[in-house]
């Protein structure tokens, strides 16, 4: 995060125009002094533009809020600058990636809601989001829409859809992504397993890259030498030309030596996953 | 309730079909609430905010969502970030839409299409914002494929439509 550098102080006034963050554009309506518990505070106290609910906050607790005045011409045109550009690709690691967000939505300012959009937008050209990033990304777009809407001073049609321009321009085809384009840019496959599982994947890219050296390894008898190597790597990716050539010759032994399979490891579970289904259709064979 | 207006004539089976679409996606009765002549002063193509602001209303509930049909073309909106072709508009929580079937040559035969296009811009007036997922009407309706999909909303843009009906006051 390029943001992690504390904003300098906030003076605020009574009709300023304030970000609020995860809650959205505020108006000051007041800056008061109360006595809170035998102490005099300073409140400033806010209404959300959206639906008019009212926040006071402790002016020395602004800052650490992260409450911030309502974003510039200049923080506006590096947002669609960002969005066009295609540098961003989100963390494949569903944990990583839910820190970073948390952590942009509420410190990122303006860029940060767009990293989290333009991020979550370009996760889903690889796969369906998971109801909770789903959320997210709603939420995200909801603040940047009022955020440049308010800055632009233009409707929040008219900001949803000069963001959406950049990301879905139009005539041009929806992008297929592969799982190989985050991996180079997060460069960490640690938690890809877990990830899996528990964001209900398809599996079709991922199980597929990660099933091939276990099986190359089991299949190779005549090659010490590339035996040792795959273990110890586990998820490395970058060797693709050594991984590449154990793919045929798994291929050309599985049809020469059907009776081998079953010894190794990965066999027993194949059949295991098959035999309920075959065990039905025979039943209704033996009654007739 | 959804209320439509039309704007230039329509076949009434085309209405009576697109009121029947209209009321399965969002679960809301959905009726013709008669014709309406054009305002003057604009000319063909229309610019579709300024069209919407033209329009009288017709007699409805706070709560009641109107959609006017026309068959006019629509001019392209410039944004800040470029300029994007317009099939319709409404403001996002407003209680207004407006959709075109110029693109249609039989409304009979396009009319997936057209309540597809309905059924996004009434989507903003529910406070949808654009979907990621391309099957569903709130994608964004310039894209490649956009009139190729169904009458059809996301579980999440269903669910979010559902709840902000349900919070209706009447």
Redesign the interface.
Known sequence: MAETVLPPPLTLAVGDRVVYPNQGVCRVTSVESKEVAGQTLTFVTMKREEDGAVVMVPEAKVRSIGLRKVAGRAD?DRV?TFLRSDSDKANLDWKQRARTNVERMSQGGLIGLAEVVKG??VL?ELR??P?KE??L??NA??LL?AELSAS?N?????????????L?P?????PKRTAEEFRTVGGEEDGMELGEDLLELGGEIEVGAEAEPEEAEAEEPAEPAPKAKPPAKGKGEKKAPAEKKPAPDKKKAAAKKPAAKPEKKAAPKKPAAKAPAKKPAAKPAKKK | MIRLVTLDAYDPKVIDRLCKVLYTAFGVGCEHAGDMPLPGGQSEPFDAQALLQALPSPRAYADDKILYLTSRKLKP?S????D??SSG????NGPRALVSSAGVKDPEAGLKLIARHAMHQLG?TWEL??C???RCAM??P????YDAGDTFFDT?CRD?SEQKIRLAKS
Do not use: C, M
Request: no cysteine; charged share 25%.
């Open positions: 506006v669609f979550l937008q889903s369906p989001l109801t789903r959320e990304y709603d777009r909801h829409v632009l233009i409707a929040e049609v008219d900001a949803e859809d000069s963001v959406d321009v950049v879905f139009p005539g041009r085809e929806r | 909106r944004l800040v970030s470029g994007v072709p508009f409404s403001n996002q903003h914002h654009h990621l997922d391309p994608y964004p310039w894209t490649l494929n999440f979010k």
